[in-house]
């Protein structure tokens, strides 16, 4: 039984390159960016005035994921904007996801020293992968809030001395709140997938053929829900960030913009954790 599962935390090192460590994670992540790229060429070549029904499909999706983008932000040059990276955050994650399930997991394997290495390692439940992207939405998050803002207007919703000292606490919590990003994004991502692998795979030994079919369509599932819940996320704490501090000229005009904005209380919920 022992050799029938193969469960890691980390991932394993296949070779080096230029004297960078290479392992079958990296392996996996530059699988999916390929085929995302190729996926990308052979859509946007085939494009036409008079859209055919794959065209037309993706035409519909872009306008539907625009909109709800417009939608948050309130403003259609920031959907603009950010309906790129939303976009390339949802698709790269999802795809990773999905590529669990292909049969080169686990199977196609290379012999490292006295052990046999898969080639190939579920992307986001390797804690690395998934702080990385941690990592990108968070500094995108603050570079969104100083650009936006400011350094100084931006600086104050985190270093505010003007309310005293229940303003000071609040701009603190602000802060701590938004280091704990790094956390419950990376984590979240990590557990969900992480769990669901391991599940399956003991599911796979003990009750092989029938019970990991209904188990593997749960996972999808998991694996698009987790994709949408990380870029929601980022398109809700990116709107947060752009917000004026509380107390200045345009507070109210933007609160006002967010009352229809779908996602906001699930930011501050999620933020708050």
Known sequence: MQEGLHITLASERLFQLWG????????????????????????GRRLSAVPGKVQNLFEMLYEYLFNYVEETLGDKKMAKR??????????????ANLFHFLPIFKTITIERGDTMVPLFHNVNSDLNSTLALALISFFVIELSGILTLGVLKYGSKFVNFRGGFMGFAVGLLEL?????????????????????????MVIGLFLPY????????????????????FAILT???????IEEPHGSEGHHKVEGQAQGAPVSTLASSQGAH
Do not use: C, D, H
């Open 235 to 241: 398109l809700a704490f990116i709107k947060i960030a």
């Open 20 to 43: 960078f460590p290479i392992t079958n994670s990296i392996l996996t992540t530059w699988l999916v960016m390929a085929v995302l790229l190729l996926s990308a060429f052979l859509v």
């Open 210 to 229: 029938v019970v990991p079919v209904p188990l593997m369509a749960f996972e999808v599932f998991i694996g698009v829900l987790q994709a949408a819940i």
């Open 82 to 95: 950010y309906v790129p990276f939303v976009t390339t955050i949802f698709l790269f994650i999802l795809t």
């Open 176 to 200: 701590i709140g938004n280091l704990a990003r790094l956390v419950s994004f990376s984590f979240r991502l990590f557990g969900a997938i992480f769990a669901g692998e391991v599940l399956l």
